[in-house]
């Protein structure tokens, strides 16, 4: 059974930096999409950033510049660079693959962050 593996949430203070990682657990042939989303208490889940199999990015306005997406594909692991983070980056951060030949979307256990001020 495919999994996902999230690392790298924590606590830091505003202005500092974190890297998430997502790595797939089980075999799997090759991902599609994979991105991050994230949810505060009390909100819905918003997409942070996502990133296809050749490249392309898509990020949210409130993390552009900030954030940055990528990915190895020999590894069908994707990261997230946070840097410059703000107290309303807080949020359980999820990663996600869509497996090629498959309509079902992989998610990750959740990972915490939270940034205070």
């Known amino acids: 059974q495919v999994q996902l593996v999230e690392s790298g949430g924590g606590l830091v203070q505003a202005g500092g930096s974190l890297r998430l990682s997502c790595a797939t657990s089980g075999s799997i042939f090759s991902i599609n999409a994979m991105g991050w989303y994230r949810q505060a208490p009390g909100e819905q889940r918003e997409l942070v950033a996502g990133?296809?199999?050749?490249?392309?990015?898509v990020y949210a306005a409130s993390v552009k510049g900030r954030f940055t997406i990528s990915r190895d594909n020999t590894k069908n692991t994707v990261y997230l660079q946070m840097n410059s983070l703000k107290p309303e980056d807080t949020a359980v951060y999820y990663c996600?693959?869509?497996?090629?030949?498959?309509?079902?979307?992989?998610w990750g256990q959740g990972t915490q962050v939270t940034v205070s001020s």
């Open positions: 996600y693959a869509d497996p090629r030949g498959s309509a079902l979307r992989l």
């Open positions: 990133i296809s199999s050749g490249g392309s990015t």
